[in-house]
């Protein structure tokens, strides 16, 4: 049997175009909510001057990212690039391409053939023992994600009332040679998400009748048909994959050895109806 998708993206070295790529970024100036007005769900997107100077339009997720914030202590493993870009991009060719198959092999209907009105892009520090807590980022329950987020702590989040993708920040990791390659975790969370933004907006859904624990059920199922077979990280665990103390590969994927111990995955946390997560370990 060929290789799956997954094995196929993680190994390639993503040779590609996505012609310009601002890299702009804008300042990050935070408006603190200093203990007055409860959080609302529209405090989670970002603010004028938290967007990209312009938006980057990647063609395979129909999806354009708007916020991009870097991790200082992870600058080049979560930086803007091309590369980095090229990786969400193909993560999308790859997920959209099976995710009608994957539909016919649950037996599931949905409404629609095309996935319109795909949602915008924020990707934000998440590691939670690093910045990922910090004002404005991807934990920042306080200020930011109470309303809609069940609590800590996530590496994805989907809010589709506010039709916006909240991801980490670091598609790519340091491989033992110190050359930047795909990081699988970022390639899990994002297929994860991807089953939630393509289920809502093809219809799955107003088809079957929304069911949050099952939503969740077919994020993981799709994980696995993506050929994904290892559990979601904790943010200890990221550190260790990132600073080289374990192998950045997970079982099953033939760059690497199999060092990492394989743990059952952890069902989804329940939480608040109003968002879909990747939760942390
Ligand atoms: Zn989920």
Known sequence: MSRSPFRALITSRLPRFLAIVPLALTAFVATPSSGGAPVSRFDALPQPNEQLGQ????????????????????????????????????????????????????????LRDRATSLPAISLLPGNVLLDGKSLRALN????RFEAVAPGCCYWGLYVDSLNHLFLRNDPLIKDPDGTLAPNPRFVRTLTHEISHVLSA???????????????????????S????????????????F??????????????????VAKTPAVAPQAGSPNANTSPQR
């Open 55 to 110: 938006p980057v339009w990647l063609p395979h997720c129909a999806m354009k990212v708007v916020e991009w914030r870097s991790t200082s202590a992870l600058r080049a493993e979560t930086a803007p690039t091309e590369q980095a870009y090229a990786l969400l991009d193909d993560t999308c060719r790859y997920a959209f391409g099976q995710f009608p198959g994957f539909l016919r092999a649950k037996k599931l209907p949905h």
């Open 225 to 240: 048909y993506m050929g994904m077979h290892f559990p979601a990280e904790s943010s200890a665990e990221d550190l260790d």
């Open 242 to 259: 990132h600073r080289g103390r374990v192998p950045y590969a997970p079982p099953g994927t033939d760059t690497m050895p199999s060092v």
């Open 140 to 143: 920042d329950l306080p200020s």
């Open 201 to 223: 907006r093809l219809g799955v859904w107003d088809a079957v009748g929304y069911d949050r624990q099952r939503d969740e059920d077919l994020a993981e199922d799709f994980v």
